[in-house]
């Protein structure tokens, strides 16, 4: 529970106005102002149940695309490896697409409805800057991402 705990925790600031939660997927810069204790006590749990349902479909949903893909790849022949890997990757991404797509679309949707319940506009207010460690993520995703697709053209690419 301490990756949800450190997650769950950036979204909480200490602002002058007070205790203050971001939410993950609203505007930037806006922030509302947790009035008690009880309250982000409430707020906390119900985004470490979005983040671990969350975590849930990208995960299942990576495993149950990666076997089905896998199956249905073994099932025909697809001639040449590059050609293999590119028919493999094009079954996975529209499985992925599907399998994770539409429950995490569900989730999101019930999420942002959900959001109204916690807070109130009243307790609307601006926050500043970023929220902490966001940008060495963002940087560590588009590395990986730079890194993945330069594996997959050196092997579709290199000599036979």
Do not use: C
């Amino acid at each position: 529970m301490g990756f949800l705990d450190s997650v769950v925790g950036r979204s909480f600031r200490d602002e002058q106005i007070g205790r203050v939660v971001v939410f993950t997927g609203d505007r930037r810069h806006r922030g509302y102002v947790v009035k008690s204790e009880s309250d982000e006590l409430k707020i906390r749990s119900f985004l470490k149940m979005f983040y671990f349902a969350h975590f849930s479909i990208l995960l299942l949903g990576m495993m149950l695309a990666n076997a089905w893909s896998t199956f249905f790849a073994n099932l025909h022949e697809f001639g040449s490896p590059a050609q293999h890997i590119l028919r493999t990757i094009g079954i996975y991404l529209g499985i992925y697409s599907v399998v994770v797509g539409i429950p995490y679309f569900l989730l999101w949707r019930s999420y942002k409805k959900a959001l109204s319940g916690f807070v109130s506009v009243r307790d609307e207010v601006s926050v500043s800057g970023t929220g902490p460690g966001r940008q060495p993520w963002l940087a560590l995703a588009g590395l990986t991402v730079l890194l993945l697709a330069g594996l997959m053209l050196f092997y579709l690419v290199r000599a036979k």
